[in-house]
């Protein structure tokens, strides 16, 4: 069952966050996409998904280790993350005085000089604490670092932050003078 759940939630993560396309999902501006369309994607993906309803998404919301999707009515989206051709309409919002940042060390030197950039995504991801920020990190390096984001000073320069979930929060970018090298919290 926990494995049907993974790969029910990679499969979502990816027709939400990366190719909707590929299911024949169209998001509006803010990511939205009717939950019946994207039941009827997940329906032709795999034969044991032929019977799907809308509480096995909800029960793969349950059992996240993180909240990655959010339901409105009939409608589901991902929460960030997203690498769509088309920018996501997001509400600004005034960030925590400090966020974190995991990294490689290579690419910590580079954003230490050049600051914060989305990359291939279209925000910069940002943790509201170092253990989650060493975690995403990880994902990374073995020996991740943290970078310190002076988010309350970045947001007074003009910085545009927005709350993405309850330990995630987005940037468009972030210059290298809000952000420090700082070690692990343990």
């Not at 670092?145 to 970045?154: D, P, S, W």
């Not at 545009?160 to 343990?186: H, K, M, N, P």
Request: aromatic share 6%; charged share 25%; net charge positive.
């Amino acid at each position: 069952m926990v494995h049907h759940l993974t790969a029910l939630s990679r499969t979502i993560s990816h027709a939400l966050r990366h190719e909707p396309w590929l299911y024949e999902l169209e998001l509006d501006g803010e990511g939205w996409v009717a939950i019946e369309a994207l039941l009827c994607a997940l329906r032709s993906q795999r034969r044991e998904w032929s019977q799907i309803t809308d509480q096995d998404i909800v029960r793969v919301m349950e059992v996240a280790d993180k909240r990655r999707f959010e339901l409105r009515g009939a409608q589901i989206r991902a929460l960030y993350g997203h690498s769509t051709p088309h920018r996501l309409r997001k509400v600004p919002s005034v960030p925590p005085a400090t966020l974190f940042h995991g990294t490689a060390p290579e690419s910590a030197r580079v954003i230490l000089a050049e600051g914060l950039k989305p990359m291939g995504r279209q925000y910069v991801h940002l943790s509201v604490d170092r253990e989650t920020a060493y975690q995403v990190g990880r994902r990374k390096a073995r020996d991740s670092v943290i970078l310190k984001v002076a988010a309350a000073a970045a947001h007074a320069a003009g910085v545009v932050f927005y709350e993405g979930s309850e330990q995630v929060w987005l940037a468009d970018a972030v210059g290298a003078r809000f952000i420090e090298l700082t070690r692990r919290q343990t």
